[in-house]
């Protein structure tokens, strides 16, 4: 036997050791990802494929995002034919192959020449890498393979992004992103289902997300409530809610004012207008929600009553600024009732959900121990006698509950 020919049933087949590996970690439910890189495909604009296991009707199955330069594919496969075409395209198409389970990383690349490469890192790496990775990747709380999303027209039958949804995917993902570090912060209890009231929810979008970001991602019983006056809107969500079997999830017809829960742990307001938004943090409050959301719109209410000092005169005597300036002091005095009243609240500026410049969101999420508003009460009188403001419909609602 030659030397050539002793080496060549000697050597170690790294393809086949790596296929071993994917299909060892997908038996033990231990992978976290596949990476499929170096693409040297005719496919244009391909970059790279991103698979991760997915349950699909309770089957196993292995979902693809295939990443081009402009946009994402979500395709899922049974694992059979999922594991066929990785070892298909292994190495005609992806030169590099990089495979995240629980215990191990494990890196498969090719050279020019098609020569395989293995490289296998220890359980404490694999953690480093993990953390290293959540800091330099950018975290999607939904997958597009979630089913309400084709049923709202976000996804075709196939789990890809419909082009004109891309930005409104980007806002659902938005959104969750704020709630999912809201609720880690919050003082919910974890054995009681989580109640959830969404105040002018249209098509239901954000209503279904936080829904199911609740249930299927953080696996808590959720009561999910969204209230639009639109009669259509509610029917529209109410038989999507029925078909795709979400249990807790309902629409009703009514607005902040109409519909008046006794009790809830999340408040969620999105272009209110005008003094809805204050009815709705006038809600939250009252019923002790852990979280409020709101995202303003319209502020005519302190608009009409704003004097400006005369120093500022000038700069107000444009509409744009006098607008902007109502908007800010209207903003900053709900924030500040919402101080008083034991709240850690922020303001900051939000993807619109309207696509309008109406971007900015309120987030209050409860303190957990007494808080003594009168150094608060102090300051929002001192802002309102400087903008010799009279009413401000958020302190009238308090006040007439006793809740400042």
Not at 150 to 168: F, W, Y
Not at 172 to 199: G, L, M, T
């Amino acid at each position: 036997m030659s030397a050539s020919t002793l080496a060549s049933q000697t050597a170690p087949d790294h393809h086949a050791d790596f296929l071993a590996l994917l299909d060892t970690g997908l038996q033990q439910n231990a992978v976290v990802k596949l990476v499929l890189a170096r693409y040297v495909g005719s496919e244009a604009d391909l970059q790279r494929v991103t698979i991760k296991p997915l349950l699909v009707k309770d089957q196993p199955c292995l979902t693809f995002v295939y990443r081009y330069k402009t946009r994402d594919i979500t395709k899922n496969f049974p694992l059979a034919e999922a594991q066929a075409l990785i070892a298909e395209w292994l190495p005609g198409s992806f030169k590099n192959a990089h495979l995240l389970t629980l215990t191990d990383e494990v890196q498969l690349e090719f050279s020019k020449k098609n020569k395989p490469m293995l490289h296998r890192n220890k359980a404490q790496q694999v953690r480093e890498v993990q953390a290293a990775g959540h800091d330099r990747e950018k975290k999607r709380y939904l997958e597009l393979s979630r089913p309400f999303l084709k049923d709202l027209g976000v996804t075709n039958a196939q789990h890809e992004l419909i082009p004109a949804m891309s930005r409104k995917w980007k806002q659902i993902n938005k959104f969750i992103e704020v709630f999912s570090h809201a609720f880690a912060s919050a003082a919910i209890p974890a054995d009681q289902a989580v109640r959830v009231a969404d105040f002018g929810s249209g098509k239901g979008y954000l209503t279904f997300a936080i829904h199911d970001y609740l249930s299927n991602s953080l696996q808590r019983e959720a009561q999910v409530k969204g209230v639009e006056l639109r009669e259509d809107m509610v029917t529209l969500c109410n038989n999507a809610a029925a078909h795709l079997e979400h249990p807790g999830l309902v629409f009703e017809h009514g607005d902040v004012r109409t519909v008046v829960p006794s009790a809830i742990d999340v408040m969620i307001a999105l272009h209110a207008c005008d003094i809805a938004t204050d009815y709705a943090i006038h809600t939250g409050i009252r019923t002790g929600a852990a979280i409020i959301m709101c995202s303003p719109c319209c502020h005519k209410q302190i608009r009409l009553q704003i004097q400006s000092p005369g120093l500022l005169k000038p700069m107000l005597q444009y509409g744009l600024h006098l607008g902007q300036q109502a908007e800010m002091v209207t903003d900053s005095l709900r924030a500040l009732y919402l101080e008083a009243c034991g709240y850690e609240t922020k303001v900051f500026e939000f993807i619109s959900l309207e696509h309008t410049n109406k971007n900015k969101m309120i987030l209050a999420v409860k303190r957990a121990g007494p808080v003594n508003p009168a150094p608060l009460l102090e300051k929002i009188e001192a802002l309102k006698a400087f903008y010799a403001i009279n009413e401000h419909c958020l302190e009238t609602l308090l006040k007439a509950d006793g809740l400042i």
